[in-house]
């Protein structure tokens, strides 16, 4: 035997080697698919919930606790609610030219959010803004809805 042989007993061959790095390359795609299979069932969850379900009790009480807790840092507004610009009906568009009709392009659970204010925090003299706050690829991406209870100018 050779002593090269002799020094290397588990030396594997090409073919062998590529075929253990095929294996690798399918369990990483399989492990990506299984990524990917979760995130799309927790989005449709996500969608499901935004437009299928109504504000609930616990996403009140969270709403609260935000505003008590600006309040508490010197605050005089905070973001409140946040959702996709895709779930408005033009994309956010109206939202982010700052158009007065903008709370008509709102639907599911932002719609109720934004009656809600109407109904119960406008009366009591606060305000809402909705702005996009970020813009992947250079187009609107997510909404905020900003509560404000800062003192009238003037």
């Not at 408005?88 to 709370?103: H, Q």
Request: charge should be neutral; aromatic fraction near 10%; hydrophobic fraction near 40%.
């Amino acid at each position: 035997m050779a002593e090269s042989e002799k020094s290397n007993p588990q030396m594997l061959s090409a073919e062998e080697l590529r075929q253990k790095a095929l294996e690798l390359q399918l369990i990483e795609m399989e492990r990506e698919d299984k990524i990917k299979a979760r995130e799309a069932k927790k989005h449709a969850e996500f969608v499901d919930d935004f437009f299928r379900k109504h504000v609930g009790d616990k996403e009140r009480d969270i709403i609260r606790r935000v505003i008590m807790k600006a309040a508490a840092d010197g605050k005089s507004e905070a973001m409140v609610y946040s959702f996709p610009s895709s779930f408005c009906t033009d994309s956010g568009r109206a939202i982010n030219s700052a158009r007065p009709e903008w709370p008509t392009t709102l639907q599911g659970k932002a719609k109720e959010i934004y009656d809600l204010f109407v109904e119960v925090a406008r009366p009591h003299g606060y305000k809402l803004k909705a702005m996009v706050i970020s813009f992947p690829g250079g187009m609107p991406g997510d909404i905020g809805f900003f509560l404000n209870w800062e003192a009238p100018v003037g």
